[in-house]
């Protein structure tokens, strides 16, 4: 526990609390969760079944129409070869990603994290007696491949891989998913796949790593609800992979969480319906992703590319002359923005991330407030 780091980004939330209970209007550019309302039919579904009494325990790895529809989703939309017992439903997906590090590494073993990472994989490996090889990609965040195959060795256990990618929105290409599939089942690791960005893609066709040829006994796949639909709060998300680690994360949340919340996972399999309205959504944030990235660029001081997928810029802040801690820590007690110090996804100190999940009126605030900060301190 005292090797184990608080979460970054909850840390940053405590400031902006703090910030907040003062009066202080702070715009949140921190904070990954879409600012839309959970879709009316998925609320419906929640509000019928809790009507209806289905407010008790369920099977431990979820009711089995909801692991028989994310299943045939996964089979239809993912290429996945996967039935009922293949898939467990877990009370969001981050808990589906610890379950299977918990399940998978033994003390001393190596996982492979190309970075910049989603800071929670380090900390789950770290639980589990783990050590992480973080690969830093390259130029354009694409992944470093070579790098990646080096590091690999005999105590190799798992890759842990997140395409789009949080922060940076790079999404893997075909070529790059096929190449890490080949070392993955050259070298016999497995792969967890952290899908849970999957639908926010602005460019080009969501391919999943569990469907290139020779990882299918290799790979869990993990997704979840929160993003595509809305859902942060709700806790709700999913693993899919070989009957016997899902066997083993499911004896995992019988002795921890017994099982995802009942109404809630009719919730979720109100939320595969076709009827769930998601393009409206995906659509508003490529043009919080468009304004953003052209007001960041038009400041001189950073530098940014649109990313194809996730709602997170990246940008290259080398222009400010200040590292990430120190220009967030500005950004948020002068000019009430909160972003995240790259230095919280594997040591990039050079670039903040600042997600658009948010209205196209507080980004509008946002870039001003941002401009202010960076003109008074002659950074821009
Ligand atoms: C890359 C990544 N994986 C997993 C999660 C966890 O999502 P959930 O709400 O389903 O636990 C997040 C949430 O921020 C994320 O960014």
């Not at 909850?10 to 209007?25: A, E």
């Not at 017992?85 to 918990?102: C, D, H, R, W």
């Not at 990039?348 to 948010?358: D, E, K, P, T, V």
């Amino acid at each position: 526990m005292l090797n184990l780091k608080e979460s970054g980004t909850l840390k940053i939330l405590d400031k902006v609390k703090s910030l907040q209970s003062k009066g202080i209007d702070v715009i949140q550019l921190d904070v990954g969760e879409p600012d839309f309302d959970t879709p009316r039919n998925i609320v419906e579904a929640a509000h019928r079944a809790m009507l209806e009494g289905f407010t008790h325990y369920t099977p431990s790895a979820g009711i089995p129409e909801l692991r028989d529809a994310v299943a045939e989703k996964l089979r239809s939309e993912n290429g996945l070869d996967v039935r009922r017992e293949n898939v467990l439903i877990t009370p969001g997906s981050k808990q589906a990603l610890f379950y299977a590090v918990m399940a998978l590494v033994e003390e001393g073993e190596e996982v492979i994290v190309p970075t910049p990472a989603w800071p929670s994989y380090v900390e789950m490996v770290t639980v589990a007696g783990g050590t992480v090889r973080e690969i830093p990609a390259k130029d354009g965040f694409s992944p470093d491949i070579e790098g990646i195959k080096s590091a690999v060795n005999e105590r190799t256990k798992l890759m842990i891989l997140n395409s789009p990618n949080n922060p940076t929105g790079y999404v893997y290409t075909k070529e790059e998913l096929g190449a890490l599939a080949e070392i993955a089942s050259d070298s016999r690791i497995y792969v967890l796949s952290d899908e849970i960005y999957e639908k926010m893609l602005y460019e080009g066709e969501f391919r999943s790593f569990g469907s290139f040829p020779g990882v299918d006994d290799l790979v869990i796949t993990v997704n979840g609800f929160s993003k595509t639909y809305a859902m942060t709060g709700w806790r709700i998300g999913y693993a899919a992979g070989p009957r016997d680690v899902i066997a083993a994360m499911n004896k995992l949340q019988q002795h921890s969480a017994s099982c995802p919340a009942s109404f809630v996972q009719k919730a979720a399999l109100a939320a595969l319906s076709p009827e769930t309205p998601v393009r409206p959504m995906i659509e508003e944030f490529r043009r919080r992703r468009d304004f953003l990235c052209s007001e960041l660029n038009r400041m001189g001081a950073f530098k940014v590319l649109p990313p194809k997928g996730a709602f997170y810029l990246f940008p290259d802040i080398s222009g400010t002359g200040i590292e990430s801690v120190e220009l967030c820590n500005l950004l948020l007690e002068e000019g009430h923005v909160s972003t995240t110090p790259g230095e919280a996804f594997g040591g990039f100190s050079g670039h903040i991330r600042l997600s658009y999940a948010n209205s196209m009126e507080r980004l509008r605030a946002a870039a001003d407030r941002i401009r202010g900060v960076l003109e008074k301190h002659g950074l821009a």
